[in-house]
């Protein structure tokens, strides 16, 4: 199956915020890509890979970076599929470093910003999901199950 979903962090030190992310994915097995590529540290390989991806079919951008969080915006900057920023919590700032300069984007280069930290990591994996579910009638379904078991955790999945 394709991978229709990309996630990328700037440093692996991001993998612990996007867990919640990669095991939603996994429970609605979806197939998705997890690269590590610093927006400062490998600029090229990063814009290649963002190209490369969308050509291959990902449809949705998650990017989780801390501190100057550059990299949703040069994802953003390289295409014109859906990024999701996610602002990792930092120790200096707590993270409102990291959402200021995700949510602060220059006009034409969007970014759909979540909260900081885990609970914005599996956020953007929701947020990717339904953006998904626009035209895939099975993913909806998931969804709507989903969320009617947020609704009611009693009930058996």
Known sequence: MRKTISIIIGSKSDLET????????????INFDLK???????PTKLARYIQQASSAG?????????????????IAAHTTRPVVGVPVETKSLKGLDSLLSIVQMPSGVPVGCMAVGKSGAKNAAI???????????????????????????AKKR
């Open 127 to 153: 947020f990717a999901l339904e953006i998904l579910a626009l035209s895939d009638k099975g993913i909806a379904d998931k969804l709507l199950d989903f969320k009617r078991r947020l609704a009611n955790p």
């Open 36 to 42: 590590v590529l610093s927006a400062h540290r490998q």
């Open 58 to 74: 990902i449809k949705v951008f998650i990017a989780a970076a801390g501190g100057a969080a550059a990299l949703p915006g040069v």
């Open 18 to 29: 996007v867990r919640q992310a990669t095991e939603l994915l996994e429970e609605f097995r």
